[in-house]
């Protein structure tokens, strides 16, 4: 972690700050360590250059599994395709030079697929995850001097209030287990004038009918290393049947969601291994986590609503996405 992250790190039990005990330096960063609250003088580790404010094995554990697995799949800088980019600019709606300078909180930041465009940018990134898969987006991005990785709950974010001018929060929500609750730990982050943007999975009447939520009840208590060769095993079946239903003219590409296995053919411009890797990954990313909770446009806009955000915006690209600033 670099230095000046002390400035803005907070205990996450009484909101003091930290000294830090027995620090190890490498390259001007705290390498390894603990930070001890000033407070309630309880200790947390720092490994491996990240600080660590949670128990290494919790109910996001198959996510650190999936994306220290897969920590490059996702990466514009890999694929060499602006897939992430797109998909960020749209949800954050900002100018390339908008974030230059600012100080940017990316809640699930997984392998660092939007750290990556964030810092890209010009952001000073902070980079959160509840998994191990913080030790992926620091050895992806750890080459920039302007990436912190932490190890943190989104109820309990270690920050002092109001520090970020930017805070996102992609891919994320619907895994938790009290969304409402984790949507509205993220406005306080923000300070004055901030931006706020999150997505969630869409709730809709027609759910019921993918096969994902007939299998999960018997996968997202599986352990990872039993449920990876099994998706393994489908994608492999599974997925060249997907893509021959796909190809099938006008309903193709919604009859194939009857294949429980991820299919993004016609959707990213990615070559045939690469569907192959994305449909792996995804497909465990559908039937792991421990949480599934989708929701719909109309409880977003509340949830904004009663953060008191301004200029609220929802939306339905192919999650829903809403957007807002801290008055």
Known sequence: ?????????????????????????????????????EGCENVYPIIRSIPRFVPLENYASSFGFQWNRFSKTQLDSYTGKPITRERFLLRIRCYPTELEGRLVLDVGCGAGRYAEIALSMGAKVVAVDYSSAVDACLQNLGSSPYLNCVQADIYHLPFKAASFEIVYCFGVLQHTPDVRKAFMALPAQLSSGG???????????????W??????PFTKGMAADRLFPLVQFMVKILFPVSIAIGRIPCVGRKLRYAVPVANYEGVFPLTMEQLREWAILDTFDMLSPHHDHPQSAKTLRKWFEQ????????FRPEFIVSRGIKP
């Open 1 to 37: 972690m670099k230095k000046e992250l002390l400035e803005i790190l907070r205990c996450p039990n009484c909101g003091c700050d930290f000294s830090v005990l027995d620090p190890v330096i490498k390259s001007n960063e705290i390498a390894e360590g603990e930070l001890r609250c």
């Open 195 to 209: 931006k706020l943007a999150v997505d969630v999975y869409p709730k809709l009447s027609l759910n019921f009918l």
């Open 211 to 216: 096969p994902k939520y007939w299998i999960r």
């Open 307 to 314: 953060a008191e955000m301004k200029d609220i915006q929802v």
